[in-house]
Nanobody
Framework: VQLQASGGGLVQAGDSLRLSCAAS????????MGWFRQAPGKEREFVAA????????YYANSTKGRFTISRNNAENTVYLQMNSLKPEDTAVYYC????????????????????WGQGTLVTVSS
């Protein structure tokens, strides 16, 4: 499956932004989808994951309550709605697809995913 992330940009603290990730090349509903991010000089970290049906979601503590992951299987797209953005949310955001094999809470590590998008940069100014 090929993944194309978009929607990044420069925003101010407190603003909102919605990222999209369009999938192609395989049956989208076969996959659990996740968002990760990587800030300059830091390792890639988990942001959120959503089950193949959209019924289950899981968030990192740092994004819970501010970010919402959703998906539209008819449009082969996963979204990340980001509200109340903070400067520490500045990073390149990546979407990823993994096989629907485990409970949603274990999709917090890179190794659960087989496919990655190219990333989209989010910059939050203070």
């Amino acid at each position: 499956v090929q993944l194309q992330a978009s929607g990044g940009g420069l925003v101010q603290a407190g603003d909102s932004l919605r990222l999209s990730c369009a999938a192609s090349g395989s049956t989208f509903s076969f996959y659990v989808m996740g968002w990760f991010r990587q800030a300059p000089g830091k390792e890639r970290e988990f942001v959120a994951a959503i089950s193949w049906s959209g019924a289950s979601t899981y968030y990192a503590n740092s994004t819970k309550g501010r970010f919402t992951i959703s998906r539209n299987n008819a449009e082969n797209t996963v979204y990340l709605q980001m509200n109340s953005l903070k400067p520490e949310d500045t990073a390149v955001y990546y979407c990823a697809a993994g096989p629907r094999r485990w409970p949603i809470m274990v999709y917090t590590t890179n190794t659960r995913y087989n496919y990655w998008g190219q990333g989209t940069l989010v910059t939050v100014s203070s």
